[in-house]
């Protein structure tokens, strides 16, 4: 996982969350352990300045408007949107419809 260009470590006293590429799930996983797979991500192009506000707010409410739901990552300079890979294509026409510029890499 640590080798992965993008994770995400997140612990509460409830949970701890893992957020990584689908490649870098071990194949020998706990029982019990919920995973989920067939996310994408898109990154917000940054580094964001914490002044700005509604960036991550607009983007939401495209894809809410086209019935897509989003699991967002933050970071100290850019936020992450991770979209089901299902509704990808859908996601990225209602954004760049609303003037978002998607990149693909």
Known sequence: M???????????????SIVCQESSIPSNIPAGTQVERGWNCLKVEGPLDFGLTGILAGISRTLTDKGISIFAVSTYDTDYILIREKDLECACKALEGTGYDIKKS
């Open 2 to 16: 640590y080798g992965s260009s993008f994770f995400s470590i997140t612990r509460t006293p409830e949970e701890l």
